[in-house]
């Protein structure tokens, strides 16, 4: 069913632009290394973790969302999004296909535009269910793309400039800003450079913060009595 991959679709996600500080240090982290350089470093140490959690926030068009997913470099993901528009939306993602849950507060404001009828049987199908779709499914890209360590990633590797600024703290670990046209990007400067937390402005703005580096991802796939195809609902 239509409805079904529009009321997830709905809440597609976006992100990657804009907002800065400068500053200066005392005593570099890094020597020798401009900040694209370790912006570049901070965002491959990333990547090439086995597993994160990206919780925040981000914005398509304006409309905010609230983002808390654990991913894996194997593909799998699990956890949370919330839409300021109401309700909220679990996902689980496995290599082949990808599951999404709404609560009644989504399902009903997803639906409250459609002739009863038709609505009537959306909410009594979809409610308390999951809906599975294969990950491939180009309707569900830009939602799925938040889960996919690389597609998430990418374009930070597009950002140019970035100038080295004051050190900071981020849960506990000492953190280099890093202060670019785009946003403001913090990056660990004790042991793996990891990319720790990122920040920018627009219409398509994100406040995300990276954590859980390389613990294990707990991901449960639903069983098939919970699971409906939206192809099954007319």
Known sequence: MRTAHRLIASVALAGTVALGLTGCLPSEPFPGRPGSRVLNDSVTALRGASTFTVSGTTSGLGVPTQVNLSISGSGECTGTLSAQSGGNIEVVRTRDH??????????LARTQDMPEEQAARARKEMSGRWMRVETSDPSMKG??????RDGLLRDLYSIRDAEKGALTEIDGQEALSLNTMQGVFLVATKGEPFLLKATTGGSDAFDLAFT????????DVPADKDVYDPDDID
């Open 98 to 107: 990808t599951f999404f849950r709404g609560d009644e507060a989504l399902v």
């Open 143 to 148: 939602l799925t793309s938040l889960c996919d």
């Open 212 to 219: 859980g580096i390389n613990r294990p991802v707990q991901v």
